[in-house]
């Protein structure tokens, strides 16, 4: 799995909050294995509108769709307790 480069928008929030170690991380287990445990991947609700999430930490998801059956592409990073 491969996910797209993410936009410079995207790139500020996760300097802001601090979380550009945790996000490469997260990222290396996803291009691996996109259901490995700790990223706790889901299709978010309504499931039809397929947009999905993992896990950064136990605070803050990465908001992501399928580009095609190989490649993501993040669209939001968000506070899960917002």
């Given at each position: 799995m491969q996910i797209k480069p993410i936009r410079d928008d995207l790139d500020?929030?996760?300097?802001k909050h601090n979380l550009e170690n945790k996000y490469k991380k997260a990222k290396s287990f996803f291009e691996k294995?996109?259901?490995y445990p700790s990223l706790n991947t889901e299709l978010l609700e309504p499931?039809?509108?397929l947009?999905?999430?993992f896990r950064l930490d136990k605070k803050y998801r990465a908001i992501f769709i399928?580009?095609?059956d190989n490649t993501i592409e993040i669209v939001a990073f968000t506070n899960h307790y917002r």
């Amino acid at each position: 799995m491969q996910i797209k480069p993410i936009r410079d928008d995207l790139d500020k929030y996760l300097k802001k909050h601090n979380l550009e170690n945790k996000y490469k991380k997260a990222k290396s287990f996803f291009e691996k294995d996109p259901f490995y445990p700790s990223l706790n991947t889901e299709l978010l609700e309504p499931k039809e509108r397929l947009i999905y999430s993992f896990r950064l930490d136990k605070k803050y998801r990465a908001i992501f769709i399928y580009v095609d059956d190989n490649t993501i592409e993040i669209v939001a990073f968000t506070n899960h307790y917002r």
